[in-house]
């Protein structure tokens, strides 16, 4: 399997590159192919601005020059995987921004879906599992990414993952999120 795996953090050195390394050495092992973009390396703007901003009756829209190679690297894939910091209950600016921009109408959603057969949202949170479920915040999380996202948009597949804690990289803790991620990747197929 082909797999687009999106990376959003603003620090190369921070735990989220490393969970991605992880997640990514995962995939290789299981036999997958993996591109690695970094969104904020990439020079991808997270702003929609007028040209690709939907075109409700155009039966086909052309956007900007940046959002239709993003949508051509997309097709190029058979699944997805996001990799990310919980901010505010959901996902970075700049994720949105993609997500806005590229996952648009006529081709993620609209007259045509997105034809990945899997998505993996993989996001590190730095709140204890009780912050999430006192007010079920884990539930509408994973409602929004698997819901919300994913199936509006065809996706038949879709995985949340919240890696809790993740301020304070204790070894103990450090071990077990990288295991995970590997695992992740490796049995991304399942």
Known sequence: MKVLTVVTHPREDSLTFKVTESFVQGLKDAGHETEIMDL???DFSPVLW?????????????YSPAV???MERMKRHDALAFVFPLWWWSMPAMLKGYIDRVWNYGFAYG???LDHQKVLWLSLAGAPVERFEKRQYDKMMTHYFNVGLADYCGIPNSQFELFY??????PRYMEAWLTRAYNLGFNYAE
Do not use: H, L, M, N
């Open 111 to 113: 007259p045509k879906k």
């Open 40 to 42: 904020y390396r990439s």
């Open 165 to 170: 804690e993740t301020i304070k990289e204790q």
């Open 68 to 70: 239709e190679t993003e």
């Open 50 to 62: 007028e040209e690709d901003e939907p075109e409700w009756s155009a039966d086909r829209q052309q």
